[in-house]
């Protein structure tokens, strides 16, 4: 057995379910390993894409999110996906391939330093130079990814390094950090404040039901960042909603007037807390790397929460008195993106929202009512185009469910050869191109704070019903709200694009 073959074992052993790539030189010993193995792997049409989905698979399931490339160019293009993934603190696995161990740090073809590429956008980067080092990380790295979930973990395997069959196969000992020093005083504030408040991260999301027993038990009031939405549903009147530059009346009078607000899960981004009052501020995260404020706690949400003591208070009704209506102009309008938006998610408001970086993003959010978490999947902090159709492939593929993308003209085309992976996978995901022929928020920047002519955002689009024939994929073209709504009535399935032409529009600008 060479090193390859007992790390798709472990993959196996780890239940690894899939894997988003595309095979090349230097990884192909995995891809070896990989054809007889239990694993499924995605074949997608860029690496970029394969990150994406990768992202989406671990938002969605019980899993952890697989992608992998060859060297140079293919790992190169996983970097975007990656970052994306990285800023959002989803923890997934990124593996490449690399030249022979004595080629990697020469001027050689297809040699560039990969470890050094990945190594501000991973929470571990491994370059083992041996197989029991190899074998050694992918343990580490998977137990990582389960039980200390930070990040995205990359591992750099030489191709030399793969094929040798000498390798010891060691057994893990490895403890989750820890730092629960500032415990004491976060209860002290805790049973002193009068008016606390919860903010849920991404990282809350396996405490949903302990921490809605708490709020309610305790009236304390709750509130969400953007990948926390729906840990408590949005239709319960204890959760605020959204904090932060989009926060809803409610959530935004909260971070206010609170006198003690206990992050969880959060990484308490400057976009989340403009102006954070550190005397005030509980900060836990698994992750010591992003916590802010005077009480500073790292360790797992469940460890902190089972160990601090809550005490009732009265000032939700306060909170509820304020009318949390957040508005989006227009949306009966015939036919600007919003009023297309609405009617989406009227239909499916339910299922599995995938959306990228544009106007149709901001405007969905606005509307979007979360009741589960991890039911609209959109790349927050890193904002790339192209996110949208390969997250809802790897989602689709996750939890054999339908899933609906919300794209614009423009980013769609960013990673558009993915309709081709929808097609050969035969999934059940409805794709739907807002049009307008521009890169609207760009427009828009240069129009309100640049005092300038929109300069290069406008777009001759192809024709995209016809694209997405060329593919294989059913597609329709709509011109009126009408005939959306007659279309929607119809109950779609998969795989299906739906190209929608509405207006220019401004989008509403943050808090």
């Known amino acids: 057995m060479n090193v390859a073959e007992r790390l798709v074992e472990i993959l196996e052993e780890n239940n690894i379910t899939h894997i988003f790539g595309i095979p090349g030189d230097q990884i192909m010993p995995v891809y070896k390993a990989l054809s007889k193995s239990s694993i499924n792997h995605v074949l997608t049409k860029h690496e970029q894409a394969a990150a994406h989905a990768a992202d989406a698979f671990t938002r969605t399931s019980d899993s952890i999110g697989v992608c ?47 470890r050094d590429v990945f190594s501000n956008i991973t929470q571990e980067n491994y370059s083992p130079l041996n197989g029991s080092e190899a074998v050694y990380a992918l343990k580490v790295a998977l137990y990582g990814l389960k039980n200390n979930p930070k990040g995205p973990i990359h591992i750099n395997l030489s191709h030399d390094v793969l094929l040798s069959e000498d390798f010891m196969d060691v057994d893990l000992c490895y403890l989750c950090e820890s730092d629960l020093s500032s415990l004491d005083d976060a209860q002290k504030l805790i049973l002193e404040s009068e008016k606390p408040l919860f903010v849920l991260g991404a990282g809350a999301i396996s405490q949903a039901e302990n921490i809605k027993m708490l709020a309610d038990t305790y009236q304390i009031p709750v509130t969400t960042t953007f990948n926390g939405r729906g840990i408590i549903s949005e239709d319960d009147l204890i959760n605020l909603g959204l904090v932060g530059i989009r926060a809803t009346p409610r959530a935004g009078k909260a971070i206010e007037e609170s006198d003690c607000i206990i992050a969880l899960g959060s990484i308490a ?52 008195a304020i009318d949390n209506e957040v508005t989006a102009e227009g949306v009966d309008d015939e036919l600007k993106p919003q009023a297309a938006i609405k009617r ?19 405007w969905t959010t606005l509307i979007y009512r979360a009741k589960k978490p991890n039911r609209f999947l959109f790349p927050a902090a ?43 996978n035969n999934l059940d995901v409805i794709v739907f191109i807002l049009n307008n022929s521009e890169y609207g928020i760009i427009r828009q920047w240069q129009e309100d704070f640049y005092d300038m002519e929109h300069y290069q955002t406008d777009l001759e689009n192809p024709d995209f019903v016809m694209l997405a024939a060329a593919y294989g994929i059913d597609a329709v073209q709509v011109n009126t709200l009408d005939d959306l709504e007659f279309l929607l009535e119809k109950g779609l399935k998969g795989p299906l694009v739906v190209e929608i032409m509405v207006d220019k529009e401004n989008i509403p600008l943050p808090n």
């Open 68 to 114: 992998m490339a060859t060297a140079a160019g293919g790992a190169l293009n996983l970097v975007m996906g990656v970052a994306a993934a990285y800023k959002d603190n989803v923890p997934m696995l990124i593996l490449t391939g690399d030249n022979d161990l004595e080629m990697r740090d020469k001027n050689v073809f297809q040699s560039l330093p990969l």
């Open 269 to 320: 981004s400057e976009r989340t807390f403009p102006n954070i009052d550190e005397d005030k501020f509980i900060h836990v995260n698994i992750n010591k790397d992003v916590l802010k404020g005077k009480y500073q706690i790292q360790g797992t949400v469940e460890d902190v929460i089972m160990n601090l003591e809550f005490k009732k208070v009265n000032w939700l009704d306060e909170l509820l």
């Open 344 to 362: 989406i998610l009227e239909c499916f408001g339910d299922e599995i929202i995938a959306s990228d970086a544009g106007s149709h993003t901001t």
């Open 382 to 424: 890193t904002a790339p185009m192209g996110y949208g159709l390969p997250a809802g492939i790897g989602a689709s593929i996750a939890t054999g469910s339908r899933v609906v993308v919300i794209n614009g003209d423009g980013d769609i085309q960013m990673n558009i050869q993915e309709l081709a992976t929808l097609k050969e």
